[in-house]
């Protein structure tokens, strides 16, 4: 898969829309290359399907539910550690109560699908104890008959430290008049604390500047005392809890295995569920996997499709069938050529990525590698090669792929050549690709000139329709009225293409978009007449 390719069909334009809610998801999202096993795709697709039926079944709360616990499942630490901390564990708590209500929330047939099974309720006992929510651990009082004494001593110390508190900020209040409240200092006049020998037995004091003192309250000698038991029963509050946390750790890290099938199951089902919503919202459809053709039914291209409706104009879907290992299609510009290559290459990747696909049918086959090569590709060309470098030189990477499954698109290739030598080598490459039976190659181009080669299919696009066509109908029409007047007249099928000069739509369509008649109609008049006869 190349970056070109993806480029190319502007895949990202339906992926970014493809939104799992876990982390776990997520991640999954990012990591997914193209698929190339069929086993794998059928049992992506066969999920996809059980999610589709399950939202078919749930109602606008049920839905919101599980979209709630989704959203608000957390990742969790993996590492099999001695000791989880406080945060840590409060994870594994969090994961386990949207994991349970996910599970709760699906039917039996969801839940066997996607492997939701949930066998931790001793865990969940465990991490439950001392009134705690749902969604909070802390280390309570009721892990530990020793953590829960050490906590009463300490509130205990606290209430005599806050008594003796407010009978220092009573006195200090009294004799001065000072109100700290929760202030830590106050800043008061220096006359206020004359004489200073008289204030220091309940104020530490400090010069600020030349008229205040900075001014704290001092400790007495029995809060001290105090605070330095407070101080060792703390120290001991902490072994305790730590004792209660690697007991905790114990069994966490003997639940790590059926942490790892939740996990596994969770993403499964985010990812499924994910891909049903994309289903849902743009009608999209399960792929088929053959060994033959490639058929498009009704193939929508979601990023034109959704163009021409901010246009306000009709969007044609793609039928067609790819029978052979090379296919030419001609075609006038904006006659459809590459929005048919770009919207099997949109197909081909939603396939090959685990989605279903816009279309009414789309059979396909799995290559290991998609290329594109063509317009636009080039927009840098590196290491100072030309356009047609580039392009040629993009060729002969992707042969190196061709023992391989492999599709690729060719979109005007070496147009920017003179046509003779462009239509040499394009029948050239022809002829190599379709003595490659594990290669899918489609050419778009204007050069009439390819050879008509066995085991090569030649198409059109089927183009203007002239009939009745009155070029004074785009006359002084802005260019929205004469794009959709040429789309309204372009038909946008692939039709066979029998050989021969073929019709040309370059004219009139430059003619609708508002070139000067008087240059159309020489433009038509040099087109019939022999180069050669032509007098400078």
């Given at each position: 898969m190349t970056r070109a390719a993806l480029a190319y069909a502007q895949f990202d334009q339906i992926w970014e829309r493809f939104l799992p809610e876990t982390p776990y998801g997520r991640a999954a999202k990012e990591a997914m290359a193209l698929q190339t096993d069929a086993a794998t795709l059928f049992r992506i697709w066969d999920e996809t399907?059980?999610?589709?039926?399950?939202?078919?079944?749930?109602?606008?709360?049920?839905l919101s539910q599980l979209q709630h616990h989704l959203k608000r499942l957390p990742r969790i630490c993996e590492e099999p550690r001695p000791r989880y901390d406080e945060v840590e564990i409060f994870q594994f708590k969090k994961f386990l109560h949207n994991y349970k209500g996910l599970v709760e929330?699906?039917?039996?047939?969801?839940?066997?699908?996607?492997?939701?099974?949930?066998?931790?309720?001793?865990?969940?006992?465990?991490?439950?104890?001392?009134?705690?929510?749902?969604?909070?651990?802390?280390?309570?009082?009721?892990?530990s008959a020793d953590l829960?004494?050490?906590?009463?001593?300490?509130?205990?110390?606290?209430?005599?430290?806050?008594?003796?508190?407010?009978?220092?900020?009573?006195?200090?209040?009294?004799?001065?008049?000072?109100?700290?409240?929760?202030?830590?200092?106050?800043?008061?006049?220096?006359?206020?604390?004359?004489?200073?020998?008289?204030?220091?037995?309940?104020?530490?004091?400090?010069?600020?500047?030349?008229?205040?003192y900075a001014v704290r309250m001092e400790t007495s000698a029995e809060a001290f005392l105090l605070l330095e038991r407070r101080a060792a029963l703390q120290s001991r509050e902490r072994l305790a809890e730590d004792a209660v946390l690697e007991r905790i750790s114990e069994s966490l890290r003997s639940e790590l295995d059926r942490f790892e099938h939740y996990k596994e199951a969770l993403t499964r089902f985010d990812l499924a569920f994910a891909r049903a919503r994309l289903a849902r919202e743009h009608r999209l459809v399960?792929?088929?996997?053959?060994?033959?053709?490639?058929?498009?039914?009704?193939?929508?291209?979601?990023?034109?499709?959704?163009?021409?409706?901010?246009?306000?104009?009709d969007?044609?879907?793609?039928?067609?069938?790819?029978?052979?290992?090379?296919?030419?299609?001609?075609?006038?510009?904006?006659?459809?050529?590459?929005?048919?290559?770009?919207?099997?290459?949109?197909?081909?990747?939603?396939?090959q990525m685990g989605l279903f696909v816009p279309a009414e049918a789309f059979c396909t086959r799995l290559f290991q590698h998609l290329h594109?090569?063509?317009?636009?590709?080039?927009?840098?060309?590196?290491?100072?090669?030309s356009g047609f470098g580039f392009e040629i030189r993009s060729f002969v990477e992707a042969m190196a792929d061709f023992d391989r499954p492999t599709l690729v698109l060719f979109?005007?290739?070496?147009?920017?050549?003179n046509s003779l030598e462009a239509e040499a080598i394009l029948s050239a490459v022809l002829e190599h690709i379709a003595s490659r039976p594990g290669v899918v190659a489609l050419f778009s181009t204007h050069?009439?000139?390819?050879?008509?080669?066995?085991?090569?299919?030649?198409?059109?696009?089927?183009?203007?329709?002239?009939?009745?066509?009155?070029?004074?109908?785009?006359?002084?029409?802005?260019?929205e009225a004469r794009i959709r007047l040429i789309d309204q007249r372009m038909e946008f099928h692939l039709v066979p293409d029998e050989g021969g000069p073929g019709a040309s739509d370059a004219i009139t369509v430059a003619g609708l978009l508002g070139l000067d008649a008087s240059i159309a109609q020489r433009a038509t008049d040099f087109l019939h007449i022999d180069p050669r006869a032509i007098q400078e």
């Amino acid at each position: 898969m190349t970056r070109a390719a993806l480029a190319y069909a502007q895949f990202d334009q339906i992926w970014e829309r493809f939104l799992p809610e876990t982390p776990y998801g997520r991640a999954a999202k990012e990591a997914m290359a193209l698929q190339t096993d069929a086993a794998t795709l059928f049992r992506i697709w066969d999920e996809t399907e059980a999610a589709l039926a399950l939202l078919e079944d749930l109602d606008a709360v049920r839905l919101s539910q599980l979209q709630h616990h989704l959203k608000r499942l957390p990742r969790i630490c993996e590492e099999p550690r001695p000791r989880y901390d406080e945060v840590e564990i409060f994870q594994f708590k969090k994961f386990l109560h949207n994991y349970k209500g996910l599970v709760e929330g699906l039917g039996e047939e969801a839940r066997a699908t996607f492997g939701m099974t949930y066998a931790s309720e001793s865990l969940e006992q465990l991490l439950d104890r001392g009134r705690q929510s749902a969604e909070s651990f802390y280390v309570a009082d009721a892990y530990s008959a020793d953590l829960a004494r050490i906590r009463v001593e300490i509130r205990e110390v606290d209430e005599v430290l806050q008594r003796l508190q407010a009978g220092r900020a009573a006195e200090i209040r009294e004799r001065w008049g000072f109100e700290f409240g929760t202030k830590a200092f106050l800043l008061v006049p220096r006359e206020a604390l004359e004489p200073l020998s008289g204030a220091r037995d309940l104020l530490r004091i400090e010069p600020f500047d030349d008229t205040k003192y900075a001014v704290r309250m001092e400790t007495s000698a029995e809060a001290f005392l105090l605070l330095e038991r407070r101080a060792a029963l703390q120290s001991r509050e902490r072994l305790a809890e730590d004792a209660v946390l690697e007991r905790i750790s114990e069994s966490l890290r003997s639940e790590l295995d059926r942490f790892e099938h939740y996990k596994e199951a969770l993403t499964r089902f985010d990812l499924a569920f994910a891909r049903a919503r994309l289903a849902r919202e743009h009608r999209l459809v399960r792929p088929t996997l053959g060994a033959g053709a490639l058929v498009l039914k009704a193939g929508r291209f979601l990023p034109c499709e959704e163009a021409c409706r901010t246009l306000g104009t009709d969007y044609v879907p793609l039928d067609a069938r790819f029978e052979d290992s090379a296919t030419v299609i001609f075609g006038s510009n904006m006659g459809g050529k590459t929005v048919a290559l770009k919207t099997l290459a949109f197909l081909q990747f939603c396939t090959q990525m685990g989605l279903f696909v816009p279309a009414e049918a789309f059979c396909t086959r799995l290559f290991q590698h998609l290329h594109y090569l063509g317009e636009g590709q080039a927009d840098r060309p590196a290491r100072g090669l030309s356009g047609f470098g580039f392009e040629i030189r993009s060729f002969v990477e992707a042969m190196a792929d061709f023992d391989r499954p492999t599709l690729v698109l060719f979109d005007e290739f070496a147009r920017t050549t003179n046509s003779l030598e462009a239509e040499a080598i394009l029948s050239a490459v022809l002829e190599h690709i379709a003595s490659r039976p594990g290669v899918v190659a489609l050419f778009s181009t204007h050069f009439r000139g390819v050879r008509r080669l066995s085991g090569v299919s030649y198409l059109r696009m089927k183009g203007l329709n002239r009939e009745g066509l009155d070029l004074d109908l785009a006359s002084g029409q802005a260019l929205e009225a004469r794009i959709r007047l040429i789309d309204q007249r372009m038909e946008f099928h692939l039709v066979p293409d029998e050989g021969g000069p073929g019709a040309s739509d370059a004219i009139t369509v430059a003619g609708l978009l508002g070139l000067d008649a008087s240059i159309a109609q020489r433009a038509t008049d040099f087109l019939h007449i022999d180069p050669r006869a032509i007098q400078e």
